[in-house]
């Protein structure tokens, strides 16, 4: 099984997916342009980014020195310098690093694959396995189809990734919201790494849909037409910062993360919601898989036979899928879509009549033929509630 994660570059995508969902892999870009802010960064009256010396001075602490970091030396993955810990979280902006050729290149990392019944022992109830379905492609444009799905792509110690993510409601700041709920292996690498860097929202990703070939002519603003969002702070559950790995089951029920974003170049003042035009409320209350008539994945699938460049989203009745003693059951659907789906919102009608994220893709078998996300439970709710005290009226 796999863990739906980030995709690399230029690394072969052929290798078989391992449970969990994945980003991307390596590219071969240099970095370039002027790295220019991080949580707590301010505008000057001309719009430009400044960056605070107490912020400096804690990059410093960490060893990151701004000027060498713009340099390359976000490159340098030496474990005993990879932060990790959830207080530790550093991610400064380098403009122009994401560009269209290096967004189309994030891959899916090289994994161990694990077969479905290679599973660590799991307690409580497994529904059995749901049938397959084939993702269905998103209507273009995407902004009007999905307003809130989007593409999430960082940098690990094998390459450029990607993973989806979703623009949230956030209650600290009502209709303004610049939070993003996507998988905890997208922002960390769990119990043997730690955070992964250059981390950047994409929303609306390749809007018109248009394929590989095009792509590799289209201009930035064709790409990306909401322009692209750097995470300025990143959360995850503690629970997979200490458990969480590249293959299996481990800690993937509690595989999620939300994040704060600032606009890469300047935004006009608008919020990310405001510039999307929607944000999803997160339902922490939502009833058990049996009592749910229907959920629907959203996401950019990166592995064959997908190429990681179009939105799919699967729809159906979610089962219940049990993957370790002594963690919760994960919600399960069937659905095709493979590495790099991971992290995308699940979303069901709630009790208001309206669609609330429940879940986000997590993990799924080699053979591509069902997705699971956790249940979003009151450790689910402390990330998303911690993220937006932080960020509380700025």
Request: a negative charge; glycine letters at 12%.
């Amino acid at each position: 099984m796999r863990t739906i994660r980030p995709l690399f570059a230029t690394a072969a995508v052929a290798a078989v997916l391992a449970l969990t969902a994945t980003g991307c892999g390596p590219s071969e870009d240099v970095a370039g342009g002027t790295p220019t802010a991080s949580a707590g960064t301010a505008a000057t009256p001309d719009g430009k980014i400044t960056i605070p010396d107490d912020l400096k001075d804690r990059l410093k602490e960490h060893g990151i020195d701004l000027d060498r970091w713009r340099g390359g030396e976000w490159r340098n993955w030496d474990k005993d310098t990879w932060l990790r810990e959830a207080k530790d979280f550093v991610n400064p902006i380098i403009e122009d690093l994401w560009d269209p050729d290096r967004m189309r290149e994030a891959e899916e990392p090289g994994k161990e694959p694990v077969e479905e019944g290679e599973l660590p022992g799991g307690e409580g109830v497994t529904d059995p396995t749901p049938k397959r379905v084939e993702a269905a492609p998103v209507r273009t444009p995407y902004h009007a189809s999905v307003p809130e799905a989007g593409k999430l792509l960082f940098d690990g110690p094998k390459g450029s990734m990607v993973c989806s993510a979703t623009v949230v409601k956030d209650p600290a700041n009502p209709g303004k919201s610049n939070l993003v709920w996507t998988a905890g292996h997208c922002v960390h690498a769990g119990k043997d790494g730690g955070w992964y860097r250059n981390i950047a929202f994409v929303p609306s990703y390749n809007d018109s849909g248009m394929s590989t070939a095009q792509l590799e002519k289209a201009k930035r603003e064709d790409v990306a037409p909401h322009g692209v969002w750097w995470a300025d702070w990143a959360q995850t559950s503690e629970q997979w910062i200490a458990e969480g790995g590249p293959v299996g089951g481990q800690g993937a029920p509690y595989d999620f993360a939300v994040i704060h974003v600032t606009p890469e170049k300047g935004g006009g003042g608008r919020s990310l919601e405001e510039t999307v035009g929607s944000a999803l409320p997160v339902d922490f209350a939502a009833p058990a898989a049996a009592q749910i008539a229907s959920m629907e994945a959203t996401g950019y699938p990166a592995a064959p036979p997908y190429d990681g460049q179009k939105l799919y989203q699967c729809a159906g009745k979610p089962g219940r899928l049990s993957v370790k003693a002594g963690q919760p059951t994960m919600h399960r659907i069937g659905c095709s879509m493979t590495a790099g789906s991971s992290g995308g919102g699940w979303v069901h009608t709630g009790k208001d009549g309206k669609p609330a994220l429940v879940s986000n893709t997590s993990i799924g078998p080699v053979t591509s033929g069902w997705l699971a996300g956790p249940r979003l439970g009151k450790e689910a709710e402390g990330v998303y509630t911690a993220v937006s005290e932080r960020f509380a009226r700025r």
